[in-house]
């Protein structure tokens, strides 16, 4: 069965993030330049930390893309860490001759604690400078190849933040969407970004920091993608999946999400219609374009809710795991908001996973395979 899968590698302050792409089909176009798009949009958002400052990620293409087309071969990835020149032999492989002193001290909130317990390292950094949402630069080099895979089946993936810090935005102009980078937290709603921001200013000065809600939007995803027949083959779940798999996500809605449970049937079900140029259609998506775990053709609206970044500059209380003393908790570098960030990462994610029901459910080894069998089944829907 063809899929999408990948997998990354590196730590937050080391050499560079490595990641591998494999499974996708051969002669896709794929530059460093549009990779290096999306790890720029990553970096934006008011509220982010002096590490954004200091890196201007660039992706390495090393393997699996020749004359700039894939091959068919897994696609390695690499993006630098130009902090790292600043960390010294902190990470380093080799034991130097003077080590850094260890972290004994775990941030609440973090990977600290239970990683250390897990993987029995007395030196927390092991376990911080793997868990980091650094990381997640790296996924979103793989997001880029799997955006431009979906690209040729007409598929767009767009994201938006939707509220900071209890802040709500009530004007969400859809198509908007592509444009809404220009505004600093990535919001459609200008008025209710500039309190946002007002938001994130007055927790940083408190000490304190935000999270919120963000929306991913997929249009032109092809209907019948995912399955109802197996729970790990529902679509739904694994777009949940996805999601919950970026640091500090916590919750996800698909379509009218949790306020369906308020609602009647009658306002909550997409009634169904059938036009001989469009086929099978629905006039409202209240179901967020998953019904019975597949995909219907309508847009894909899924949203994530961001727990407040768990770094404090007023800090929490903590035990030195050294001598169990109870201390105040370390501050390490860290933002003060991030879900613009995190939206983008969540394109990332939806975009591999959409990649990878849409390659299971179709084929393909070649891309031209891949758009033939979409078509077809997009043909079919209309005759059936
Ligand atoms: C894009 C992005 C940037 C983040 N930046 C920070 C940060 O600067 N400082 C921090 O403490 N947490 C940051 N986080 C959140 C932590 O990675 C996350 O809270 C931590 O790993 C524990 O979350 P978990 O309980 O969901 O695993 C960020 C998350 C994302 C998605």
Redesign the pocket.
């Known amino acids: 069965m063809s899929t999408l899968r990948y997998l990354t590698a590196g730590e937050s302050h080391g050499r560079q993030l490595t990641a591998i792409v494999e499974g996708c089909p051969s002669r896709l176009e794929v530059s460093a330049a549009d990779i290096d798009a999306d790890l720029a949009r ?1 970096q934006l958002g008011f509220g982010r ?1 002096e590490r954004q400052a200091i890196e201007h990620d660039h992706a390495q293409i090393l393997s699996g893309v020749r004359y700039g087309l894939t091959t068919g071969g897994p696609i390695a990835l690499a993006v630098e860490n130009r902090d790292a020149a600043n960390w010294g032999d902190v990470l380093a492989v080799e034991k130097p001759a003077a080590t850094a002193e260890p972290v004994t001290v775990p941030r609440p ?3 600290d604690l239970g990683g250390a317990l897990l993987y029995g390292l007395p030196d927390l950094r092991d376990v911080i400078e793997r ?3 650094r990381e ?1 630069a790296a996924r979103v080099a793989c997001g880029a190849v799997a955006r431009r895979l979906l690209s040729l089946l007409g598929c767009t993936v767009h994201s938006h933040v939707l509220e900071i810090g209890g802040v709500r935005a009530a004007n969400t102009p859809l198509d908007d969407l592509p444009s809404v980078d220009a505004d600093p937290l990535r919001c459609l709603d200008h008025e209710a970004s500039e309190a946002m921001q007002a938001a994130v200013v007055a927790a940083g000065a408190r000490g304190d920091t935000l999270g919120g809600v963000f929306e991913v939007v997929v249009v032109g995803y092809p209907a019948g993608a995912g399955s109802y027949v197996q729970a790990d083959r529902r679509l739904s779940a694994r777009l949940a999946a996805a999601l919950m798999s ?5 919750g996800v809605e698909l379509g009218l999400g949790f306020a369906a449970s308020r609602l009647a049937g009658s306002e909550v079900h997409d009634a169904i219609a059938f036009d001989q140029d469009r086929g099978y259609y629905r006039e409202t998506n209240r179901a967020g374009g998953v019904e019975g775990g597949m995909s219907t053709g309508e847009p894909i609206v899924v949203r994530a809710a ?2 407040p ?3 404090l500059r007023t800090p929490l209380r903590s035990v030195d795991m050294s001598t169990h003393a109870a201390v105040d908790s370390r501050f390490e570098r ?2 003060v908001c ?1 879900v613009p ?2 939206a983008v ?1 969540g394109e990332a994610v939806l975009a591999l996973t959409l990649a990878a029901a849409a390659l299971e459910r179709f084929g393909g080894a070649t891309v031209e395979e891949l758009v033939a069998a979409v078509e077809a089944a997009r043909r079919r829907a209309r005759r059936v």
């Open positions: 990553r930390g909130g973090h990977a868990a980091s949402a997640t970026v640091p500090a996500v916590k961001m727990k970044i768990a770094t860290s933002d991030a960030a995190a990462v």
